[in-house]
């Protein structure tokens, strides 16, 4: 009998980045089965994107307890979780690779065991790029969440495309979906610009939009112009930030009515009057709530920026035409597509899982082994690869040399894997775009 018959429903998510711990840790709250109480575990897998005390504190998410893990130390204390610890449904919140290393290391700790965890694992946001990628590295969880009908639509068709079971796809929305709709003009009109770390990527492209922002304000005294940023100069979120636009906002001259923010976007959410983004999943969000939302064209509409998703939105614009105080209407049924309830339906969206998750549960015997598509058989060319970035060898054990795992890290190791970690994300954000910079000169 699972935990969950005769108490809280032990939840464990293991996350890599600020933005992920979000993603999974609403979503366990999403997916538990009726009113099932929760216990929720969360685990932050060490390397360059762990978010600080900072940034956790701005996704505002609670859990029951939090702590860093290397990836062989997640799996030992999977494999220790056991009797009245043992979790009822696990979340992987991690990039594919990640997702695909677990699955192996958990197939190996669990191989003996009659019963285990329900595996949930999905995408943080708009999939807009390497799709058939990311997807067969998340193959063989028990549920792969879409965040909308047509991201179930393409998931299913790679998934059967390649003969792999399709069965697992399970239609939901974002879990971050919410608050109260937009229901007119604020007192100043509040235009937001959400940022992304990685998109655009150059100088010159950051700089046209921080430009064009500020102009904007210029032109509209009247109007709050507010620059919403991921993360602080130093800190990593999913992606790299390697030109954050605090550095390059010093060598402007913006206007009183604009300002650089931080905070729970939300929370931002609830005063803005115009949201706007080159393919932030903001968007979605501000959808969501019916607030007026654009998606840029100024740099093109390209894959490369993520913005050709939103074909067919009718949130395509530029600057030139915010300026001139266009406001576009979104399409229905597009909006409807994404998993954007704007007009209602967003609390059964996650129906389908709970009902799944509900059953897996109580399956007789138990689940069967994990069987991801990727084995040692039929991708003996990257898979190892794959799992030897996670200290893993091809058959799930922990390599040699791999961290330790068989105690907590003292206070001198946390110290130093502090330390180390500063160090990496400083050549990460410092001193490699400087070497490339060189390098092309």
């Given at each position: ?5 005769t ?5 464990a ?31 932050l ?122 069965s ?34 150059s ?6 939009l921080l ?17 919403k940023?991921?993360?602080k ?53 501000s ?51 994404q ?19 509900a ?83």
């Amino acid at each position: 009998m699972p935990a969950s018959a005769t108490k809280a429903l032990r939840v464990a998510v293991l996350a890599d980045s600020d933005t992920r711990w979000k993603w999974g840790a609403l979503t366990a709250t999403r997916v538990r089965p009726g009113d099932t109480e929760i216990h929720l575990d969360g685990y932050l897998l060490r390397g360059r994107a762990t978010p600080t005390a900072r940034q956790l504190r701005e996704v505002g998410v609670d859990a029951d307890s939090l702590r860093e893990v290397t990836a062989v130390e997640f799996l030992r204390a999977m494999e220790g979780a056991r009797d009245e610890e043992a979790y009822d449904v696990l979340v992987l919140a991690l990039v594919g690779g990640g997702v695909q290393a677990m699955l192996h290391g958990l197939g190996r700790v669990w191989q003996d065991r009659a019963e285990r965890p329900v595996v949930v694992t999905g995408y943080v946001g708009v999939v807009y790029e390497k799709l058939a990628d990311g997807l067969l590295l998340r193959h063989g969880a028990d549920l792969v969440l879409a965040n909308s009908r047509q991201d179930a639509d393409r998931f299913r068709a790679v998934y059967e495309g390649v003969g792999a079971d399709a069965s697992a796809v399970t239609e939901v929305a974002l879990p971050f979906l919410g608050g109260a709709a937009h229901a007119g003009e604020h007192d100043p009109c509040t235009v937001v610009f959400a940022a992304q770390p990685s998109v655009p990527d150059s100088r010159k492209d950051r700089t046209y939009l921080l430009d064009r922002l500020i102009r904007h304000a210029r032109l509209h005294p009247e109007r709050e112009v507010l620059l919403k940023l991921r993360s602080k100069p130093g800190e990593h979120t999913t992606h790299i930030e390697e030109l954050p636009y605090q550095k390059l906002v010093q060598r402007a001259d913006p206007p009183p009515n604009f300002r650089l923010v931080y905070g729970h976007m939300g929370e931002l959410l609830d005063r803005t009057d115009l949201l706007v983004t080159i393919s932030s999943t903001a968007a979605l969000e501000s959808l969501h709530r019916r607030i007026p939302t654009v998606v840029l064209t100024d740099l093109g509409v390209r894959e490369a920026l993520g913005n050709h998703h939103f074909v067919g939105s009718g949130c395509l614009a530029s600057w030139d035409q915010l300026d001139a105080g266009h406001r576009p209407a979104p399409d229905p049924e597009w909006v409807a597509r994404q998993g954007v309830a704007a007009d209602g339906g967003y609390e059964t969206a996650f129906d389908e899982a709970r009902k799944r998750i509900a059953a897996l549960l109580v399956r007789p015997g138990g689940l069967p082994p994990l069987a991801p598509y990727y084995t040692p058989v039929t991708a003996p060319g990257y898979l190892p690869g794959i799992l030897a970035r996670h200290h893993l060898a091809p058959d799930g054990t922990p390599l040699p040399g791999a961290p330790a795992a068989d105690r907590a890290p003292g206070p001198v190791r946390q110290v130093v894997r502090r330390a180390a970690r500063g160090a990496y994300r400083h050549g990460v954000q410092r001193v490699a775009p400087v070497i490339r910079r060189m390098g092309e000169l």
